[in-house]
């Protein structure tokens, strides 16, 4: 925490008060934006619909190249098996080769093979194959032992595969077929995965063509109905900003006129009060009675104190001197009253600093120097107070200019309970700070006298 003469400072308010009001987009922003946000809705159910669409194409592919194979195996295939074909037969191998190659493997069918419930191979339309044994899987022992119809996605990692692996994934397909004297032989064939592509990108086609056209269709209606809701909106804020300048018009216009009425009624009456007591002071004391003079003289002090108070109160209400004279002169007619009070004021004020706010952040530095210097005459017994206004490179980034306001009073602990964090003074700079976007930090301990310090930004911010 940064520290102050090994005082830590205390964040009172960190600039995030009240957000001023943004500003409305632009109409053609508004159009690239909803064109923008359509694009990625676009693209991303192109892509969705992509990979459905491929899904939904394997598996109608499935479903065709096993019906395929279902009618293949009753119609072609069962009818040409003989049962010579378990021990060998070439004769019957060849015949059922002859009928494979005429009317199987047309039909979008790159490799046919027959299973004895061993493993062994006992016919392949790739001769090698022939008379090979592997382990069958799961699937197809299902498959021979519930008599069905099995498809699937091949990957072709099996070693039965060796002679299927040039052209990606395969359509696989087994079912069982019997012999004339009713032996069990397991029928299996690949199909070509090609036409699962074409489905997919047929589908995709039709998918994304619905889509476009259903997007640009609903960017077309939503389009006037965003711009009609922007015009309302820039209405609806145009309004707001309008009635809060009223507000801050009004509330200027009656703080002046009270300040005016203050000024041309009742404190004119106290000053000529207060000159007409002290002259019936003065010949009271010419008559030689002194004492009910000096009763008299006292309450012509007391007059003029009323008056001088009152004064104080108008420069409060309406700061004339900030919008004619500047932010210097105001300054210095906050300050100069506490000389009644018998505290020593050192103000300085850097010309640079002063100019650089805009007049709302000048009203901010003007209350806020107000308000601490109103604590330093009620609660610190203070014999000096130094007032500082300017530019400091260190300070927190965006807000360049600095406020001091530090006195050698008593100080107190910020934590305690009815400490000065829980005025009433100190909630109204930490909010006239946080409304204007600075940065407002306290640094005090008993004993070590009270410094406020408040950061700016410039007008340029």
Same mark, same amino acid.
Do not use: C
């Given at each position: 925490?940064?520290?102050?003469?090994?005082?830590?400072w205390?964040?009172v308010?960190?600039?995030?008060?009240?957000?001023?009001l943004?500003a409305?987009?632009?109409?053609?922003?508004?159009?690239?934006?909803?064109?923008?946000a359509?694009l990625?809705?676009?693209?991303?159910?192109?892509?969705?619909?992509?990979f459905?669409?491929?899904?939904?194409?394997?598996?109608?592919?499935?479903?065709?190249?096993?019906?395929?194979?279902?009618? /293949?195996?009753?119609?072609?295939?069962?009818?040409? =098996?003989?049962?010579?074909?378990?021990?060998?037969?070439?004769a019957?191998?060849?015949?059922?080769?002859?009928?494979?190659?005429e009317?199987?493997?047309p039909?979008?069918?790159?490799?046919?093979k027959l299973?004895?419930?061993?493993g062994?191979?006992?016919?392949a339309?790739e001769?090698?194959?022939?008379?090979?044994?592997?382990?069958l899987g799961?699937?197809?022992?299902?498959a021979?032992?519930?008599?069905?119809?099995?498809?699937?996605?091949?990957d072709?990692s099996?070693?039965?595969?060796?002679f299927?692996?040039?052209?990606?994934?395969?359509?696989?397909?087994?079912?069982?077929?019997?012999?004339?004297?009713?032996?069990?032989?397991l029928f299996e064939?690949?199909?070509?995965?090609?036409?699962?592509q074409?489905?997919?990108?047929?589908l995709?086609?039709?998918?994304?063509?619905?889509?476009?056209?259903?997007?640009?269709?609903?960017?077309?209606?939503?389009?006037p109905?965003?711009l009609?809701?922007?015009?309302?909106?820039?209405?609806?804020?145009?309004?707001?900003?309008a009635?809060?300048?009223?507000?801050?018009?009004?509330?200027?216009t009656?703080?002046?006129?009270i300040a005016?009425d203050l000024?041309?009624?009742?404190?004119?009456?106290?000053?000529?009060?207060? /000159?007409?007591?002290?002259g019936?002071?003065a010949?009271?004391?010419a008559?030689?009675?002194?004492e009910?003079?000096?009763d008299?003289?006292?309450?012509?002090?007391?007059?003029r104190?009323?008056?001088?108070?009152?004064?104080t109160?108008?420069v409060?209400l309406y700061?004339a001197?900030?919008?004619?004279?500047?932010?210097?002169?105001?300054?210095?007619?906050?300050?100069?009253?506490?000389g009644?009070?018998?505290?020593?004021?050192r103000?300085?004020v850097?010309h640079?600093a002063?100019?650089?706010?805009?007049?709302?952040?000048?009203q901010?530095?003007h209350?806020?120097?107000?308000?601490?210097?109103?604590?330093?005459v009620?609660?610190?017994?203070?014999?000096?107070?130094?007032?500082?206004?300017?530019?400091?490179?260190?300070?927190?980034?965006?807000?360049?200019v600095?406020?001091? =306001?530090?006195?050698?009073g008593?100080?107190?602990?910020?934590?305690?309970?009815?400490?000065?964090s829980?005025?009433?003074?100190?909630?109204?700079?930490?909010?006239?700070?946080?409304?204007?976007?600075a940065?407002?930090?306290l640094?005090?301990?008993p004993?070590?006298g009270?410094?406020?310090?408040?950061?700016?930004?410039g007008?340029?911010s």
């Amino acid at each position: 925490m940064p520290v102050v003469g090994g005082v830590p400072w205390v964040t009172v308010a960190d600039g995030h008060g009240a957000e001023p009001l943004k500003a409305l987009p632009g109409r053609r922003r508004t159009l690239l934006q909803l064109g923008l946000a359509a694009l990625g809705v676009f693209v991303l159910v192109v892509v969705g619909s992509s990979f459905a669409a491929s899904r939904l194409a394997e598996r109608e592919a499935v479903n065709d190249v096993a019906n395929t194979t279902n009618l /293949l195996a009753t119609a072609v295939v069962q009818p040409a =098996v003989r049962d010579s074909l378990l021990t060998g037969d070439p004769a019957a191998r060849a015949a059922l080769d002859r009928v494979v190659r005429e009317s199987v493997l047309p039909n979008g069918i790159v490799r046919v093979k027959l299973w004895a419930p061993d493993g062994t191979v006992v016919y392949a339309d790739e001769s090698r194959l022939v008379g090979q044994r592997f382990e069958l899987g799961d699937d197809q022992l299902a498959a021979l032992a519930d008599p069905q119809t099995r498809a699937e996605v091949s990957d072709l990692s099996s070693s039965e595969n060796e002679f299927e692996r040039y052209g990606g994934k395969l359509l696989e397909v087994y079912r069982p077929v019997w012999t004339p004297n009713g032996s069990e032989l397991l029928f299996e064939v690949y199909g070509d995965y090609g036409p699962v592509q074409q489905r997919a990108d047929g589908l995709w086609r039709g998918l994304a063509g619905v889509l476009a056209t259903s997007l640009l269709l609903l960017l077309v209606l939503m389009a006037p109905v965003v711009l009609r809701l922007l015009d309302r909106l820039g209405a609806a804020q145009r309004q707001r900003e309008a009635l809060l300048q009223r507000a801050v018009d009004a509330s200027e216009t009656e703080r002046r006129r009270i300040a005016a009425d203050l000024h041309d009624g009742p404190v004119q009456d106290l000053v000529g009060s207060s /000159l007409a007591v002290s002259g019936a002071a003065a010949a009271l004391r010419a008559d030689g009675r002194t004492e009910l003079a000096d009763d008299v003289g006292s309450a012509a002090g007391t007059v003029r104190s009323s008056v001088a108070s009152l004064r104080t109160l108008l420069v409060e209400l309406y700061p004339a001197r900030l919008a004619d004279a500047g932010l210097a002169a105001s300054l210095a007619d906050l300050t100069r009253p506490l000389g009644h009070h018998g505290i020593r004021v050192r103000l300085d004020v850097d010309h640079d600093a002063a100019t650089a706010l805009s007049p709302e952040r000048q009203q901010v530095v003007h209350r806020v120097t107000r308000e601490a210097l109103r604590n330093v005459v009620k609660h610190a017994g203070a014999e000096t107070v130094v007032v500082s206004l300017h530019l400091e490179p260190d300070a927190p980034p965006g807000r360049p200019v600095v406020l001091d =306001v530090a006195d050698d009073g008593r100080g107190f602990d910020p934590a305690a309970p009815g400490s000065g964090s829980g005025h009433i003074g100190t909630h109204v700079m930490a909010d006239l700070a946080g409304d204007a976007g600075a940065l407002l930090q306290l640094a005090t301990r008993p004993g070590d006298g009270t410094r406020w310090r408040l950061a700016l930004p410039g007008s340029a911010s």
